[in-house]
């Protein structure tokens, strides 16, 4: 029978890493006493790779995308080196050279609906896999190859490997019109799950990552335009001072519920790995920025008594007489 540290580690466990993933309770699948056990130690491992060791963070990113065969050939050109680099396409074929770049244009302008030269919606899709600099070359565009034939295997697509630049990275650009005739239009959710996929492939090589969410890490992207920051700084540093530090929002709030179960569970354990690792996922949470941004707003108010919530009576002077003329005499 599986402890009751081990239920409540994937309890919260999966809604802490997986709550986009998570069925409605009446649908959820009952897990096997040997499937919970093994559930509870991926996550132990997964728990302690972001709070012990911070496992790096994945990044998938979507670049842009060619309206058009003339933008698409010019970014299969741009990602090849005009042909200097090998490029492999959806079938593993590796080709190089201006010849092979030509070919792969004709079968994408005719395989399937014709692209036109020019085109007002997008007709390709241009992805960016990448992992901090030191990260093995070869396991990575293993990875990136996994990740595409898991989630890109209905289009066709092609994949180049940057190494010259400080973090490696893949280029994929995929058309995107699928075989079957749907069309690739990514969201936010397709993006979260490339990440997790993208993190699984590098996991099930032996590459260290993670695709955790900025909830659960308890950041925030200051996503500023460039005209903001402009007008910004054409007010001086005063004006800059008065941005508003990271406040946490309902979805870092929840993040947070489940770190403290997760923390609670671990700390009851007669385990003493389990308990030490209670203490690394406090202190990680102690860490992140909103949590010292609220630390520090706390601080500040009780240092500040004026600019509390709730300030006291207001209390008006009673304003000292002036005297004039003659009567400063008597």
Do not use: C
């Not at 802490?16 to 959820?28: D, E, W």
């Not at 692209?115 to 070869?138: K, Q, Y």
């Not at 929002?249 to 030490?276: C, F, K, M, N, Y």
């Amino acid at each position: 029978m599986p402890s009751n540290v081990d239920v409540l580690l994937v309890q919260w466990g999966d809604r802490l890493f997986y709550p986009s993933n998570r069925m409605k309770a009446s649908r959820t699948p009952v897990l096997t006493e040997a499937a919970i056990r093994q559930r509870a130690q991926a996550l132990r491992h997964r728990i302690r790779a972001t709070v012990a060791r911070r496992a790096p963070q994945v990044m998938v990113k979507v670049t842009g995308g060619g309206r058009g065969m003339g933008a698409i050939a010019a970014h299969l050109r741009y990602i090849a080196k005009a042909g200097r680099l090998p490029i492999e396409d959806d079938r593993g074929a590796v080709r190089e050279g201006k010849e092979a770049l030509r070919a792969i244009a004709d079968q994408w302008r005719l395989g399937g609906t014709r692209i036109p030269e020019v085109s007002e919606r997008r007709e390709a899709f241009n992805i960016m896999l990448s992992m901090p600099a030191g990260t093995d070359a070869l396991a990575l565009r293993r990875a990136a190859r996994e990740f595409a034939k898991a989630e890109l295997a209905n289009h066709r697509y092609v994949m180049v490997q940057h190494t010259h630049q400080a973090n490696p990275h893949v280029h994929i650009s995929v058309r995107a019109e699928g075989r079957d005739g749907s069309r690739l239009n990514p969201r936010k959710a397709d993006l979260r799950r490339w990440r997790e996929t993208f993190a699984e492939r590098l996991r099930g090589l032996g590459i260290e990552a993670e695709a955790s969410s900025q909830a659960v890490r308890g950041s925030r992207h200051h996503d500023e335009r460039v005209w903001s920051k402009k007008r910004m700084q054409g007010r001086g540093s005063a004006a800059v001072d008065k941005q508003k530090p990271p406040r946490m929002s309902p979805s870092h709030r929840r993040a947070g519920e489940a770190w403290v179960r997760i923390a609670q569970a671990l700390a009851a354990s007669p385990e003493p790995t389990d308990r030490d690792l209670s203490g690394a996922i406090l202190r990680y949470v102690r860490d992140m920025p909103v949590v010292r941004a609220g630390m520090a707003r706390s601080a500040a108010q009780k240092e500040l008594p004026g600019i509390t919530r709730s300030p006291g009576p207001r209390v008006t002077p009673t304003p000292t007489p002036t005297r004039k003329g003659p009567e400063m005499e008597r």
